[in-house]
């Protein structure tokens, strides 16, 4: 029986598109335990994914992945550390493939909340089923929200600095509506932070959290690979809890020494620019002005940072990616400028190119 489980597994993850998968679920479904039907539903989720929330929700819709789905809910109605795992690896699989209205989806939800809130999943599996949650539009507001909330809250020490900066920004960022993807220009606007929340944001940037998570350095023992991977999670972590932190509008703001804190832990983990897309620089911008932290150095370098980008852009490109960007909410404000600029010192070169050309016509 395992002989023949692990064989379906390879088979699964051989399967080059969404199609092949769909083919393979149709035909082998009923030998599927537990292992295998999760493996199924993460490789259908994962082919289906670039084709656009549409394409991946109608893959969801088809009879025979709503059979493998019920048949893995009842393989996993234990409460056994496996089941919690399957459960978790569904509900990110669903998240992709499932409408978000779901009652299925929606009674996944809540029991995921139940084993967080009762201590019976890891790190790595709350941080899965938030980032799950999120696409689904569940973390801002409403009793899913709240839950995470709380059972997260006596677990922020377990979390690394990447780790932590992702939940933070799950709850203060709604992801777009869903059916959308994040270049659809149809992002939603920050959410202020209230309730089990807000005391999420205030416990997770308190000094002794900060310190513990964003600054303690590693022993004198550590590798340099360990250095390494310690330093990309704290650069990420970092940014992402500042623009978290901005956009969660604290009421009142947050101490001004959890923002240094978060700042120091950029500039100690050797953050740079330089190597950021537009929308992190423009979101990182945004944050920073929006936290009144527009004099820091970090402020200047993000906007030579994001100038440069910006100049290498074709004058197609500039109006192109300004239009992309106009639609996706104030976040996006400081690069706009800056492709506006651009684009408008562009313009105005190619007219007075057109004017000295029309003058040499005039003169010969």
């Not at 599927?32 to 819709?61: F, I, M, N, Q």
């Not at 509506?177 to 270049?183: E, L, V, W, Y």
């Not at 120091?264 to 929308?279: H, V």
């Not at 300004?322 to 400028?337: C, I, Y």
């Amino acid at each position: 029986m395992a002989i023949l489980q692990s064989s379906l597994a390879v088979d699964l993850l051989r399967c080059a598109t969404a199609a092949d998968v769909l083919v393979h679920i149709e035909d082998h479904a009923i030998q599927y335990d537990a292992g295998a039907g999760s493996v199924a539903l993460h490789v259908l989720a994962a082919t289906a994914r670039p084709k656009g929330a549409d394409e991946a929700r109608r893959l969801g819709a088809t009879p025979a992945v709503g059979r493998l789905v019920m048949q893995l809910g009842a393989q996993l109605a234990g409460g056994s550390d496996l089941d919690a795992r399957g459960l978790v690896a569904l509900l990110w699989t669903l998240a992709t493939l499932a409408p978000p209205d779901s009652p299925l989806l929606q009674g996944l939800a809540k029991r995921i909340i139940l084993l967080a809130q009762r201590g019976r999943l890891t790190p790595g599996q709350l941080h899965i089923s938030a980032q799950a949650l999120a696409a689904l539009g569940l973390t801002a507001t409403g009793s899913i929200a709240t839950g995470l909330a709380h059972a997260l809250l006596p677990r922020l020490a377990a979390f690394n600095a990447a780790q932590l900066g992702d939940l933070l920004r799950v709850f203060a960022i709604p992801p777009p509506p869903p059916g959308t993807s994040a270049n659809d220009g149809l992002s939603a606007p920050p959410q202020r932070a209230e309730g089990a929340i807000e005391a999420l944001f205030r416990e997770a940037l308190s000094p002794l959290a900060l310190s513990a998570t964003f600054l303690e350095p590693l022993a004198p023992s550590a590798s340099t690979s360990e250095r390494n991977r310690l330093a990309a999670a704290r650069q990420h972590g970092s940014a992402t809890a500042l623009v978290a932190l901005a956009a969660a509008d604290l009421d009142p703001p947050a101490d001004s020494a959890a923002v240094g804190g978060l700042l120091t832990a950029l500039n100690r983990a050797g953050f740079g620019p330089e190597r950021l897309g537009m929308r992190a620089l423009s979101e990182l911008l945004w944050a920073l002005r929006r936290l009144n932290k527009a004099d820091e150095p970090l402020h200047g370098e993000l906007l030579g940072a994001l100038h440069a980008l910006v100049a290498q852009a074709t004058p197609e490109e500039l109006e192109a990616a300004a239009v992309e960007v106009a639609a996706q909410g104030e976040r996006m404000v400081p690069a706009l400028l800056h492709l506006r600029e651009r684009h408008a010192t562009l313009a105005e070169q190619v007219r007075g190119l057109h004017h000295r050309f029309h003058l040499w016509e005039f003169v010969f």
